[in-house]
């Protein structure tokens, strides 16, 4: 059975950081794209940051410079380090991962900016 478990959440201030953690069982994450998604109240869920199974990455324009994509797979675990963080990246963050067939999707954890 696959599971992608998030963790890292939770509320912090403008400015502030936060790191999201994707723990995954039941698959190889080096073999997949892992990816970090968002879903804001009202709106569509969106992808964030992605990296490919060869550590290629690429991020939304709004986040550009301010988080960072990485993964361990020693711990097969993949990460979304959040700087300068602003009100609207309020959402609940969703770890993906997939490969010709396959996807998966964490249950989200949710993350607060906010004064």
């Known amino acids: 059975q696959v599971q992608l478990v998030e963790s890292g959440g939770g509320l912090v201030q403008p400015g502030g950081s936060l790191r999201l953690s994707c723990a995954a069982s039941?698959?190889?994450?080096?073999?997949?794209?892992m990816g970090w998604y968002r879903q804001a109240p009202g709106k569509q869920r969106e992808l964030v940051a992605i990296?490919?199974?060869?550590?290629?990455?690429n991020y939304t324009d709004s986040v550009k410079g301010r988080f960072t994509i990485s993964r361990d797979n020693a711990k097969n675990t993949v990460y979304l380090q959040m700087n300068s963080l602003k009100p609207e990246d309020t959402a609940v963050y969703f770890c993906?991962?997939?490969?010709?067939?396959?996807?998966?999707w964490g249950q989200g954890t949710q993350v607060t900016v906010s004064s």
């Open positions: 993906y991962a997939q490969r010709v067939g396959w996807a998966y």
């Open positions: 039941g698959i190889i994450l080096s073999f997949y794209t």
């Open positions: 990296i490919s199974s060869g550590d290629n990455t």
